[in-house]
């Protein structure tokens, strides 16, 4: 199969791309965030546009120049985030789930910055869990809806995906080694395994972000009507 095709064999569809890490602010100058760069999210949106989707993409915190032809949203923490996906997902028809939410979030946000103390020896910080955005969103999802969800893992790679496949009531999982360096956060190789609800599983081989995106959507088109 060619990769980096020009057919416009996703036009009509309105794929909804989440990328980057959300911020989590603790006080005016402090957040707790994670390694993503946005770079396999922003791939996935390019390449959609590029056959012929509709793409609008939600970016955290991501550096990245805009791929063209995309329509572009910016957020900073996971509330946000889920304030325009909750906008956004009614009208979506793939969403790809390719940000790394924070799993928690400072249990209150200091109006000033926090001030250490000369006898200060440790900080305790007090965290709240961030609502699963995607699971939230899938149990939204409306027939013809695809939702498509990630997992970082670092170890028992395949149980975690499957379990996330299931919890998150997701279409498909795609999951990443982000324990090697070589790929995953902020690497410009990639190489995943797609696993659907449908029982489909494959690996893809080491390749650059941009032909790991062109994989993940010929995958999914094959789901098309
Ligand atoms: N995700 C989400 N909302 C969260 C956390 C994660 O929507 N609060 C999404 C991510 O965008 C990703 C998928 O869930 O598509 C899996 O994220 P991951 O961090 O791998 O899994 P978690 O369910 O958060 O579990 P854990 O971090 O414990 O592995
Ligand atoms: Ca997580």
């Known amino acids: 199969e060619k990769l980096f095709t020009n ?4 036009q009509g569809k309105r794929v909804l791309i989440t990328a980057g890490g959300t911020r989590e602010d603790l006080d005016p100058v402090r957040y707790l965030s994670n390694r993503s760069s946005g770079k396999m999210g922003y791939a996935l949106a390019r390449a959609a ?18 791929p063209p032809g995309v329509q572009l949203v910016r957020v900073r923490t996971a509330q946000d985030l889920a304030a325009q996906l909750q906008t956004l997902f009614p009208q979506t028809d793939v969403l790809l789930m390719a ?7 400072p249990a209150q946000v200091a109006p000033q910055k926090i001030k250490k103390a000369a006898e200060d020896a440790h900080l305790t910080l007090e965290l709240e869990a961030n609502p699963d955005l ?8 409306k027939p013809g809806q695809l939702v498509v969800g990630f997992a970082a893992e670092t170890q028992d790679l395949k149980q975690n995906a499957a379990r996330k496949l299931v ?7 795609i999951l990443n080694d982000v324990g090697n360096p ?15 609800a449908n029982g489909f599983e494959t690996q893809t081989p080491v390749e650059s972000k941009a032909a790991i995106a062109e994989r993940i959507l010929a995958v999914l088109k094959k789901t098309f009507n």
């Open 167 to 173: 919890n998150k009531k997701a279409d498909f999982i």
């Open 134 to 141: 995607l699971k939230l969103v899938a149990t939204q999802k």
């Open 49 to 66: 546009r590029a056959h012929g989707a509709e793409v609008t993409l939600i970016s955290a915190n991501v550096t990245l120049p805009t």
């Open 99 to 105: 940000a790394a939410v924070s799993d928690f979030r």
């Open 182 to 196: 070589q790929i995953g956060f902020n690497a410009d190789d990639n190489q995943v395994t797609i696993i659907g």
């Open 7 to 10: 057919k416009q064999d996703w």
